[in-house]
């Protein structure tokens, strides 16, 4: 057993002042987006924007061919005036609070044939904060569950 442990903090600027004519927030221009936040570029709550996040991240590897990670992070908006990401939400008066939520995410890989087949799962549990319960008017709900499954197959 090869364990690692990792504290994890990220910031990504937001913009302070919605009605100033300028546009403050940090914004990704190239790159993929599945090791920022969730395991899978289509499970996307959250951006490397207007984000500040802390977390912790275990990581197990059993043998040579199969691995478990776990992390569990926190979310606040880094300005409490900017919008959330890719939802759109936004409370421009700053009263909704900055808390996004926090998400807990495994991720499983076994290579099952090594070089020719791999196996890549993984769960994840987002709850709510006050920021997504104030702002989306019932339309978050408090517990989200995503869900994957990957198989690579070389030849």
Known sequence: ??????????????????FDSENNRFDTLFGARRADFGQTSIYGPFW??????????????????LSLTATLRD?????????????????STGDSGTELGQQFETRLRWNAIPGNLAV???????????????VSVGQAHSMTRYA???TQLSF
């Open 1 to 18: 057993l090869q364990p690692r442990a990792q504290l994890l903090y990220d910031y990504a600027s937001g913009d302070d002042d919605p």
């Open 48 to 65: 490397r924007s207007n984000v500040s996040t802390i977390g912790a991240r275990v990581a197990l590897t059993f043998s040579e061919n």
């Open 75 to 91: 979310f606040d908006l880094a300005s409490d005036r900017d919008s959330w990401g890719g939802t759109g939400w936004r409370d």
């Open 120 to 134: 890549d799962s993984g769960l994840t549990w987002l709850h709510a904060g006050e920021f997504a319960e104030n």
């Open 148 to 150: 994957y499954l990957q």
